[in-house]
């Protein structure tokens, strides 16, 4: 990919008066950073950063609008964490990167990539969060520069059991995410763990509490014990930080706080497509509108859409009801699906949507997914995707 335009779909609606929207991928293989004009309808690459290594994910933070955290793997640092203060311009890597506690006896667990980072509270500028593979939960109070464990789960005797091995079966190994900073109140906090479940703590980390009830595991398994329930992706609204949805292993859910129980609303999805998948992304403004990305749940998990036929679904209605949206998309012979991490939205007045694919596709809707654009092919295996506003060069 070179550093030329690529045309997309066109939006309704300017992006923000002093910025532009850009789109963070990471791949397999390096990271990429897209670049928007003021429509949405041109994109300039600027990439690859890191080529030929792993990242499984590039974050920019919120809170200042110009630093980017990448968590790399790489074959002679092994895991670890890169930061640019310049947009990519410049990296300096971690002097400490998330690593477990060494064990008194020599043994224990070692990282072996951080899958996830979520920048902390409003409130608490340069203060990172990071979950691990295998499942870790860490912290950076230096803007990502120094990390050390956070919490008690990563050698809580409980926590551990739950998180069960490294051998257990998850691709790429099992993994802590979704990383959920409640935007009221920095103490209030949850995350997922495949496997593992779905937790909660109220307290700023002192203790976290299983969040499982209403959830289907895998039948001959025990649906009270947190090691059988795989969560695939929990996302909190930004309209309405009581509601949280969840693509799960077994299917879509919402959660309607104070409430504990977990309601299946994928259920009201078609059967010949079913609930399966992993990516959930949520409108920055509505609390009812959500996008899913299903795969193919079949008895061997072949992880394609299903049928070779890949669509987004959208429901305007909390779950009650949902809607294929395929316009612009492959109409067959599409054996791709899309990972957790890899599709997100902005927030334009008109949303847009961006997806990449496990064939190395990015695709993107400026009009809520009613039609769809290739920004990009031919990029490696796509891991994550994430979108920011910056601000243009003497914007206000």
Known sequence: MTNKDQSAGSSTSPVHESGHVVILVATRKGAW?????????????????FLGHIISHLVLDPRDGRTLLAAASTGHLGPTIFR???????????????????????EGRSVGHTFWLTPCH????????????PQGLFRSDDGGMNWAPFSCINDD??????????????????????????????????????GGGVHESVDGGAHFSPLLKG????????????????????????????????QNHCGIYRLDRPGEEWVRIGNNMPAEVGDIGFPMVLHPRDAD??????????????????????AVFRTRDAGDSWQRLDTGLPPAQAWWTVKRQAMTADTCDSV???????????????????SWTCIARHLPEIYAVETAVVADPGGR
């Not at 004009?37 to 690859?48: F, K, N, T, V």
């Not at 959500?290 to 859409?305: E, I, K, L, N, Y």
């Open 33 to 49: 950073l897209f670049h928007g004009d003021a429509g949405r309808s041109q994109w300039r690459a600027d990439g690859p950063h």
């Open 84 to 106: 640019s203060t310049d947009l990519g311009q410049t990296w300096q890597e971690a002097a400490q990167p998330p690593a477990f506690a060494r064990a008194v006896d020599g």
């Open 122 to 133: 409003a409130n608490e500028p340069d203060a990172w969060y990071a979950g691990t593979s």
């Open 157 to 194: 005797p409980d926590y551990l059991k739950w998180m069960g091995t490294v051998q257990d079966g998850t691709p790429d190994g099992p993994k802590l995410h979704s990383v959920i900073v409640d935007p009221r109140d920095p103490a209030h906090l949850y995350f997922a763990m495949s």
């Open 215 to 246: 959830l289907a595991v895998v039948e001959g398994f025990d649906v009270t014990e947190p090691t059988f329930h795989d969560p695939h992706c929990v996302r909190m609204c930004p309209s309405n930080p009581d509601r949280l949805y969840q």
């Open 289 to 310: 509108t959500a996008w899913v990305f299903p795969m193919d749940g079949g008895d061997v998990w072949p992880r394609t859409s299903p049928d070779g036929k890949p």
């Open 352 to 370: 847009g949507l961006y997806f990449g694919t496990t064939s190395g596709e990015l695709w993107m809707s400026g009009d809520e997914g009613e």
